[in-house]
């Protein structure tokens, strides 16, 4: 089954507390992409990739980290969580050439920073 | 800078009827994607329908269809015979599919739409 995974689905964490969310697409996509959606701000993308080893800035990146060394897999790292990162994550892939642009995301990972 | 605005935050129908969701979008582009997800209480964003705004012809998925209005930067979902399973939050998105972007998806803020019995 054509999916993407993230891990974990909820996480309690205390501030400065490093933490990573993984995620990883079974699709062979080039693309991949980190959203948090918070309510009245809607979906911001933080960070994406348009393929192995090549990681850019979104609109909100700060104290976020990201990484690309497999074409699958694409976590997300923060390194001193503060409560204003407390949101709902989405981790969401595609192929980079052309045939609908079709986004397919995670199921989220609800983060909570005390 | 482009823009997707969904002016409705909340809205309801009855089982069977029929509800249109409204979402208008500013850009200056030519070539670019629209599409519509659905977001149920489950929190996966699906995707519901797509549009390419070289097309005329408005895109149709079963119960789901598009009003693209490219001049009025308009594009309105249509839901008919409403279900049950169709409650959810509806967003908005816009694609440019301009050269030296990241094709990211921008996103309206939503529309909260209940389906009573």
């Known amino acids: 089954e054509a999916q993407v995974t993230q891990n974990p689905r909820y996480l309690i964490t205390v501030t400065g507390k490093k933490l990573t969310v993984t995620c990883s697409q079974n699709?062979?996509?080039?693309?991949m992409s980190w959203y948090r959606q918070d309510p009245g701000l809607g979906l911001r993308q933080i960070y994406y990739?348009?393929?192995?080893?090549?990681?850019d800035k979104g609109d909100v990146p700060e104290g976020y980290k990201v990484s690309r060394k497999e074409k699958r897999n694409f976590p997300l790292i923060l390194e001193s969580p503060s409560p204003n990162q407390t949101s709902l994550y989405f981790c969401a892939s595609r192929h980079t050439g052309t045939g609908g642009y079709e986004q397919y995301f995670g199921p989220g990972t609800r983060l909570t920073v005390t | 800078a482009q823009t997707v605005t969904q002016s409705q935050p909340e809205m309801s129908v009855q089982e069977a009827e029929t509800v249109t969701l409204s979402c208008t979008y500013d850009?200056?582009?030519?070539?670019?994607?629209l599409f519509w997800y659905k977001q149920p209480p489950s929190r996966q964003m699906i995707l519901v329908i797509r549009q390419e705004a070289y097309k005329q012809q408005n895109a149709t998925e079963n119960r789901f269809s598009v009003n693209f209005q490219k001049a009025a930067k308009s594009f309105s979902l249509k839901i008919s015979d409403s279900q049950l399973g169709d409650t959810a939050m509806y967003f908005c998105?816009?694609?440019?599919?301009?050269?030296?972007?990241?094709?990211?998806?921008?996103w309206g803020l939503g529309t909260s739409l209940a389906v009573n019995p």
């Open positions: 998105a816009f694609m440019n599919l301009g050269a030296g972007n990241n094709r990211k998806l921008i």
């Open positions: 699709m062979n996509h080039e693309y």
């Open positions: 990739s348009m393929n192995v080893e090549v990681t």
């Open positions: 850009t200056s582009e030519n070539n670019y994607y």
